[in-house]
């Protein structure tokens, strides 16, 4: 019973980090340092690809669901505010 407690709180954090995304490159890839993350996607920014580029490379990166990623601010610019759960 403490185990299970003590996991779920362990696991249940947020993490916020500013991205710079620039889309429509020939190679992906992500960069990360201190608290910002740059990510360099092959999908152009129209109708929102780049963002679920965005997200699922995020959560490949994390290792967490797709859905416990959230833009928090930024949807159609180059800077974003991204939530991670």
């Known amino acids: 019973m ?3 407690f003590f996991l779920s709180i362990c ?3 947020t ?3 500013e991205v ?3 889309p ?3 190679k992906e890839e992500i960069t990360i340092t201190d608290d910002k993350i740059t990510i360099r996607t092959t999908k152009r920014a129209h109708d929102g690809e780049a963002n679920e580029a965005i997200i699922k490379i995020l959560s490949k990166h994390f290792h967490v669901a797709k859905n416990s990623i ?3 601010r930024g949807q159609t610019s180059r ?3 991204v ?3």
Do not use: P, Q, S
């Open 11 to 13: 696991y249940n954090f």
């Open 20 to 22: 710079k995304v620039t």
């Open 2 to 4: 403490l185990a299970a």
């Open 70 to 72: 959230k833009i928090l």
């Open 24 to 26: 429509g490159v020939k």
């Open 15 to 17: 993490m916020r980090y």
């Open 79 to 81: 800077i974003k505010l």
């Open 83 to 85: 939530e991670i759960n």
